[in-house]
């Protein structure tokens, strides 16, 4: 079964920079050892709530403030995405926590970059995410810097951080200012709690971080089903934020029986410890999936990258 995945290429939507340092570059970058690294980056089992998984991001966060170590920590992960076989990533991060000594919004996203050019063989694209609870200013600084790399590595802007404490609401003008400049956007939403999802869809979201709250409202699935909306589904990490009990009890399978658009990612490789070849291994052995099926939504969500039609063409070709 591992192997038959391993051989399968893949494409990932919705996978964290800094949530995806690895333990042992972690541990060069900071000279603590891996046991410590471990214990400060790799979230429980089961977390009481979103915000007790968030906190696994302050320590790498803390050493992500170089060019060098942005360049350093982009090259690792591209790396590791080659070794199993993920042929095109969308790789998310919010510029703004990197500037604490002294770095430009810029300057993190032309160093990230730098380091994703390293690997020739995967294609890769940024997504950069305003941050919840942070200033209109630092998120608009976020919008301008996507504009200016729009088609040059970035190709979106996401909206991530703490659903519950702060609601898409309060960030619904960004998006219609980013809307204007023609930037494609994703959102966090329906992770906590499906009461962001209404705004996500009304702010004409084509994909959406998650989304699978929408379990608990009939009206919203058919919403989503009806617009055709993907949802990025991250199953190991709903399970960590306390989404649902357990995975028997997530709704991916029922999602994908009922034909909504869903990808498969892994949203934080590090913090929920694990990799995308171990994401589709769990649901095979839970629910009734099939590699067609994860080649199914794989192809179905090359339509749903950022990526542009010829892009899109090429893509579908390799997937074949």
Do not use: W
């Not at 214990?39 to 979103?50: N, Q, S, T």
């Not at 996401?158 to 959102?187: C, M, N, Q, S």
């Not at 709250?213 to 058919?222: A, M």
């Amino acid at each position: 079964m591992l192997e038959e995945i391993e051989k399968l290429k893949k494409i990932e939507l919705h996978v964290h920079l800094d949530g995806s340092v690895s333990l042992d570059l972690a541990s060069k970058l900071t000279n603590l050892p891996i046991l410590k690294i471990k214990d400060k980056m790799v979230a429980k089992d089961k977390c009481l709530d979103l915000g007790e998984y968030l906190l696994m991001f302050d320590l790498p966060n803390s050493f992500m403030q170089t060019k060098e170590n942005l360049k350093l920590i982009a090259t690792d992960l591209v790396n590791r995405l080659e070794q199993e076989n993920v042929i095109y990533a969308e790789i998310r991060f919010a510029p703004v926590l990197h500037t604490k000594k002294g770095l430009t919004q810029e300057e993190v996203v032309s160093a990230v970059l730098e380091g994703l050019k390293e690997n020739k063989k995967v294609k890769t694209n940024l997504i950069l995410s305003l941050m919840r609870g942070f200033s209109r200013q630092d998120n608009l600084k976020t919008i301008e810097v996507a504009y200016l790399y729009l088609g040059k590595g970035v190709v979106a802007i996401d909206l991530a951080g703490d659903e519950k404490k702060y609601k898409l609401k309060e960030y619904k003008e960004l998006f219609l200012f980013a809307k204007k400049k023609k930037i494609p956007f994703t959102i966090h939403a329906g992770e906590v709690d499906y009461k962001d999802l209404k705004d996500a869809i009304n702010l004409g979201v084509k994909r959406i971080g998650h989304g699978v709250k929408c379990v608990d409202k009939k009206g919203l699935k058919d919403l989503i089903l009806r617009k055709n909306i993907l949802l990025e589904i991250c199953p190991t990490s709903n399970i960590q934020t306390n989404a649902f009990p357990s995975l028997k009890e997530h709704p991916v399978y029922l999602l994908y029986k009922e034909n909504f658009n869903i990808s498969i990612n892994t949203d934080n490789r590090t913090v929920s410890n694990t990799t995308l070849n171990q994401e589709y291994l769990k649901l095979m052995k839970t629910f009734p999936f099939t590699k067609e099926d994860f080649l199914k939504m794989n192809l179905n969500s090359v339509n749903y990258t950022f990526l542009t039609p010829l892009e899109k063409i090429e893509l579908l070709e390799k997937l074949k």
